[in-house]
């Protein structure tokens, strides 16, 4: 491999866990010799000028300069009178595409084999609008917001990936029998956008049709496409087929170029700093981020590596089904790493 | 037989016992392979002696078979029986102006606000979680299905949803009472309280309130994409769940899945006064009309809830015992099951486990 230019990627650890899976993704990634120099940050909310939350100048100043982030659990405190930090960095970068690639883990073993499917989300606007009003006590209504741009710039995201990384087919996902303006509008775009994209196949499918036969065979998902709620809740299913939300990798598309994975399982305080955490889902997630670059050779060494060792089954982490430490998991990857190179 | 008390909803209501003993009740055979499911309930019945007696509505927005008077005739019937069986009306994809379709009227006009859903693993057919036994409580009267959306500026579609205390009252209670009558453990309230703060949040606060007043009965709740990634992982960890209106839906099918698919799975609606018995994961389809391979399993079960519900305690034995046993047999399936054989073939070995029922 040809000594590649050095990448600068903002790397925020997060909460509970994410320091230590983050240390671990760090030497995996120094063993693999990828071309990566992180940049730490942190993002606790601040109040801003005006009165507004916003993340520190900082990390926003180096998120734009890079445009790549890694991001490990973030706590949302329940009072803290501002928003959760994931919606603020959706926000800030404009997030507008979550992207879930759930493939079987070889050696993780799960009920569901064979599982090799995308879920892309919509994750600015939709049924989490935030839009909340009592009308009279005891009488809430939430608004669920769906706009033509947001659908066509969501289906042209999908169709994109599905072309550039060699899929199929593209199914939308919705309700629009029931809700049958909103729906129906983001339905039209994906149908609009399917024109340009001939070459992939597209298709449209109720959520509960989906849902009823993904838990029959997965195997006949491809790409799915969808407004936000529906996929919160497909992209979970989807994560519990292969395993739950500890091997699960996550990428988040914004406007501008910027990219954030992440990985989507929570902090984890009961075992923080504990040298017990899994950082296959984060780990998972860098892949992700290195593919996105056009790193693809470092990737698939690193995804070897990682699923190798699972498959093995000797150096496993307790969620895993093993009572290795995460230290000692990180350390097996690193060594299937270098006696590959 | 009437029993009345403070919180019984409509379990004890049965319709009163005519003059000849037959029970009249109201059936919509619905679009897809309703009218083959309901055939088959309809030769079940006769050759198992059955004293129901069907009067049938022909009610479809697709076939161009709906009309207000076709509803008021279903609704007028509806509210004379008090019990019916329903197959799925179809809501044509165009949207013609009217928000609401008329499987969502028939629910509201009958205020049909709860349905259960049963997940039984079936006896014989194994899938990849065999033995389980879920209840599904869906709030079907508001939530997300108002059918309130407008355009509020060119591009921009509002939809709303919409929670009140008082439906979620009334549908906490149902599961509450629904747990205790059947002797269920636990009640899960599912939600996504922690993004929609005010509507979810509302229900659930209606949920844990009326918790309080059954003591012997867990409550737990858990967020919807939890659940979701729970139930297809460890799904035994649940008993009875409750949520309003769109997580039902998703979660029905979800747990039908687990259990064989919508051929297998029977549901119920019920209100104060009236019972609808349909099946669990409500889909017309339509690719199989006409092809005699739709499996008439779950709208079968159905059936069978609904004679007991009509306090046909034998009857009602006499039709699941032969379904679940044509099942476990194993030897005539229909294709969702894996199986190659056809409804007739499935309805016909019902009947003739129908007739050779052990002498009880």
């Not at chain 1, 990634?29 to 942190?42: D, L, T, Y």
């Not at chain 1, 501002?82 to 759930?102: E, G, Q």
Request: aromatic fraction near 6%.
């Amino acid at each position: 491999m040809s000594p590649a230019v050095m990448q600068t990627v903002t790397l925020i650890p997060g909460d509970g866990i994410g320091p230590e899976i983050s240390s671990a993704v760090m030497k995996i990634f120094e063993a693999a010799k990828a071309p990566i120099r992180w940049e730490e940050r942190n993002v606790t909310a601040i109040k801003g000028p005006g009165g507004r939350w916003m993340i520190p100048p900082d990390a926003k100043e180096s998120m734009d300069r890079s445009k790549i982030g890694l991001k490990g659990p973030l706590k949302t405190p329940i009072a803290a009178g501002h928003p959760s930090m994931n919606l603020l960095l959706r926000k800030t970068f404009d997030l507008y595409a979550n992207v879930r690639p759930c493939v079987s883990i070889e050696g993780y073993k799960t009920p569901y084999t064979d599982v090799n499917l995308v879920t892309i989300r919509e994750n600015t606007e939709g049924e989490y609008s935030g839009i909340e009003h009592v009308i009279v006590d005891g009488v809430v209504q939430s608004i669920k917001l769906i706009t033509e741009d947001a659908s066509r710039r969501i289906a042209e995201y999908a169709f994109e990936y599905a072309r550039n990384n060699q899929r199929t087919s593209v199914t939308a996902v919705h309700k629009a029998n029931i809700m049958r303006m909103s729906d129906g509008l983001f339905l039209r775009k994906c149908r609009e956008v399917a024109e340009n994209y001939k070459d992939i196949k597209f298709t449209e499918m109720y959520l509960d049709t989906v849902c009823l036969n993904m838990v029959q065979d997965p195997t006949q998902f491809d790409v799915l496409v969808m407004p936000n709620l529906y996929g919160d809740i497909l992209s979970d299913l989807c994560a519990g087929l292969i395993g739950g939300l500890g091997v699960t990798p996550s990428g988040n598309i914004g406007a501008n170029g910027v990219a954030i994975f992440e990985s989507v399982h929570g902090t984890a305080p009961d075992i923080a700093g504990l040298d017990m955490a899994n950082p296959t889902a984060l780990l998972l997630s860098a892949v992700m981020m290195l593919r996105h670059m056009g790193l693809h050779d470092y990737g698939n060494k690193i995804q070897t590596a990682c699923f190798d060792t699972i498959r093995d089954k000797k150096v496993l982490t307790k969620d895993l089904g093993g009572n290795s430490k995460c230290s000692e998991f990180t350390a097996e990857i690193c060594r299937r790493i270098q006696d590959m190179a | 037989m009437i029993i009345q008390g403070p919180h019984e909803t409509c379990f004890h209501l049965s319709p009163p016992a005519r003059a000849d003993a037959t029970f009249r009740v109201t059936m919509v055979p619905g679009d897809g392979v309703g009218p083959e499911l309901m055939t088959a309930v309809k030769e079940v019945f006769k050759a198992g002696d059955v004293p129901v007696e069907f009067e049938e509505f022909h009610l479809s927005e697709v076939q161009n078979m709906a009309s207000e008077e076709k509803l008021d005739q279903v609704l007028t019937s509806m509210k004379t029986n008090k019990v019916a069986m329903k197959g799925k009306i179809h809501t044509p994809m165009e949207f013609k102006g009217e928000l609401a379709s008329y499987e969502m009227r028939l629910r509201r006009k009958l205020d049909l606000f709860a349905n259960v859903v049963h997940v039984n693993s079936l006896p014989g057919y194994s899938t990849r979680h065999n033995n389980l036994d879920l209840v599904i409580i869906r709030e079907q009267t508001e939530g997300e299905y108002s059918s309130l959306e407008h355009e509020s500026v060119t591009g921009v579609i509002e939809c709303l949803k919409i929670i009140t205390r008082e439906k979620s009252r009334r549908i906490a209670k149902f599961a509450f009472d629904y747990a205790t009558k059947k002797g269920r453990n636990k009640v899960t309230a599912v939600h996504k309280a922690n993004i929609m703060k005010l509507a979810d949040g509302l229900f659930l606060q209606s949920c844990a309130e009326i918790a309080q007043l059954y003591p012997k009965i867990q409550y737990e709740n858990i967020i919807i994409d939890n659940c979701c990634m729970q139930l297809v992982q460890n799904p035994y960890q649940f008993d009875v769940l409750v949520m309003p209106n769109l997580y039902g839906n998703i979660i029905d099918n979800l747990a039908a899945g687990l259990v064989g698919g919508a051929g297998v799975v029977p549901g119920e609606s019920y209100s104060a006064e009236y019972a609808v018995f349909e099946t669990g994961a409500r889909h017309p389809f339509a690719q199989a009309v006409g092809r005699n391979i739709a499996n008439p399993t779950a709208m079968l079960l159905s059936a069978s809830n609904m004679l007991r519900h009509l306090n046909l305690e034998y009857h009602s034995n006499m039709v699941s015992d032969a379904v679940k046993r044509v099942i476990k047999q194993g030897k005539v399936r229909t294709r969702d099951l894996g199986g190659y054989s056809t409804t007739s073939d499935f309805v016909r070995a019902v009947v003739e486990n129908l007739r050779h029922r052990p002498a009880n």
